[in-house]
């Protein structure tokens, strides 16, 4: 079944994470959760071994955005050559013209009962390069990057029928629409075991539909759904209303994308204003209207209907708890626990213990401790620390990273910021921080240690929707306030 092991790769704007996960390229950074699953199998099955042996096989899948072709996702299961339960799944996928990601994943469970997990493995790809592969057995995990490698702990606490519960559930207690089943799975991105639950929406003639309840920290854009045949192989599985996979007939189907263009282009990363934002830092609020080419409607951010945006100086909001939770976490994406991190973030903030002064002490140490340099596919926050350079999402990604360190709940925002010199609003990366419970926003790229009213972010549910409809997209300057 769809797994939610969250993990990135690259793409323009720039990552991209498919949880099984999937954006990225040259300016920005964020997570958008794409499925990767394995809930099929054929009645009747009795035992977690029965259905583990009754998916035995290769299915292939396409993958599209709405209706565009972007990729490919291919499932196997079977049996090692000891007779392990194996588990295999990839998923290649292309978004901007520079850079093609894959994300390859392996799960081994012993033969006997109660089948325990062995191993688990996990590789992201941008291009030939393989940036980061993560293999965790007996409690520990290997975690290589960008030519490093470091050990730490890692929760491997999984048994097979864990991994199979849903699939066991629905071959032997036909459960009725509203019943819910849970499941747990590796998440390759925090080192953990994750629990999920899943909820039977319909079932007729045979067929199933069932949708995977999002986790109050978990950063999935919204709600995953399988729709399944007859015989419970999934014939469609969609993740936000924005990434399905199709079962196909043969690889050939499943590979079309291959030959069309990519979705994304940068240079289409921008939107012109109908006129010049005067003084833009010193904005304190901005509204502006939503434009289209052609009579073209607009579903901005998934919210539909909408036709103008406003933003303030200095944005400030309650942070929930499932938030902080989520912006304190040491993740595959932010290693705030390893040496050289620490280093860093005890260099830049000192003896300070106000967190406002650890945070602009922070935001002002990565802007000069960083060169921007425009960098093509993606990069770790190691390669950042290395090289001490980057384009905004790398600027971002080690402030995150740094102030969680630091003991500030900190996170990497995406959205569209005003540049004079073009006139226009382009895709860039900043952070917000957590101060006394309120997000605050900086922006460690510029050196602003508070965030003018001249951006828009956008929401993790939206953010490809709204990407995919910026070369259609104009501002209209409705309202200004100095």
């Not at 100086?313 to 040491?330: G, H, K």
Request: proline share 5%; charged share 25%.
């Amino acid at each position: 079944m769809l797994r939610n092991a969250r993990r990135r790769s690259a793409f323009v704007p720039r990552r991209i994470g498919v949880a099984a996960s999937m954006v990225g390229g040259g300016l920005v950074t964020f997570v958008l959760v794409a499925a990767a699953a394995t809930i099929w199998h054929f009645r009747p099955a009795t035992t977690d071994a029965d259905v583990a042996t009754q998916l035995a096989g290769e299915r292939w899948y396409a993958v599209t955005f709405r209706h565009t072709p972007i990729g490919h996702y291919r499932s196997e299961a079977g049996r090692t050559h000891d007779g392990d339960f194996e588990f295999r799944g990839t998923l290649h996928f292309k978004l901007a013209d520079d850079v093609d990601s894959r994300i390859e994943d392996r799960l081994v469970f012993d033969r006997d009962s109660p089948h325990r997990l062995i191993r688990a493995e996990h590789a992201s790809s941008k291009g030939q390069r393989h940036e980061t592969r993560v293999v965790i057995a007996d409690s520990k995990a290997q975690v290589v990057e960008s030519g490093s490698s470091r050990l730490t702990d890692a929760d491997s606490d999984l048994e097979l029928g864990d991994y199979l519960a849903v699939e066991r559930w629905l071959a032997t207690e036909a459960p009725e629409p509203g019943e819910v089943q849970a499941a747990r799975s590796v998440d390759f991105d925090s080192l953990s075991i994750a629990t999920d639950r899943w909820r039977i929406l319909a079932s007729h003639g045979g067929e199933f539909e069932v949708a995977r309840e999002v986790r109050a920290a978990a950063a999935a854009p919204g709600p995953t759904r399988i729709r399944m045949g007859a015989d419970l192989a999934p014939l469609r599985m969609e993740s936000g209303d924005l990434i399905s996979l199709h079962r196909v007939q043969d690889e050939a189907t499943a590979r079309i994308w291959e030959q069309t263009p990519p979705l994304f282009a940068s240079a289409q990363h921008r939107v012109v204003v109908d006129r010049p934002i005067r003084n833009p830092r010193a904005l304190k609020r901005l509204v502006v209207a939503l434009d289209g080419q052609d009579g073209r409607a607009f579903d901005w951010a998934g919210a539909p209907g909408v036709d103008a945006l406003s933003a303030e100086a200095d944005p400030m909001r309650p942070a929930t708890s499932a938030e902080l939770d989520a912006a304190r976490a040491t993740t595959i994406n932010y290693p705030a626990n390893a040496p050289a991190v620490h280093e860093l973030a005890s260099r830049a903030t000192g003896r300070l213990e106000d967190a406002r002064e650890k945070a602009i002490a922070l935001t002002m140490f990565v802007h000069h401790h960083l060169s921007y340099r425009d960098n093509a596919g993606g990069r770790t926050v190691f390669d950042t620390i290395r090289d001490r350079s980057g384009d905004c999402t790398e600027f971002a990604d080690l402030y995150t990273t740094l102030a969680r360190a630091a003991g500030l709940p900190a996170r990497t925002v995406i959205g569209l910021a005003y540049l004079s010199e073009s006139q226009a609003f382009a895709l860039h990366a900043w952070n917000e921080v957590a101060i006394a419970g309120t997000w605050r926003g900086v922006d460690p790229t510029w050196g602003q240690t508070r965030i003018g009213a001249a951006r828009f972010p956008l929401p993790s549910d939206g953010a490809l929707t709204a990407i995919a409809q910026l070369p259609h997209l104009r501002f209209r300057v409705v309202e200004t306030e100095y």
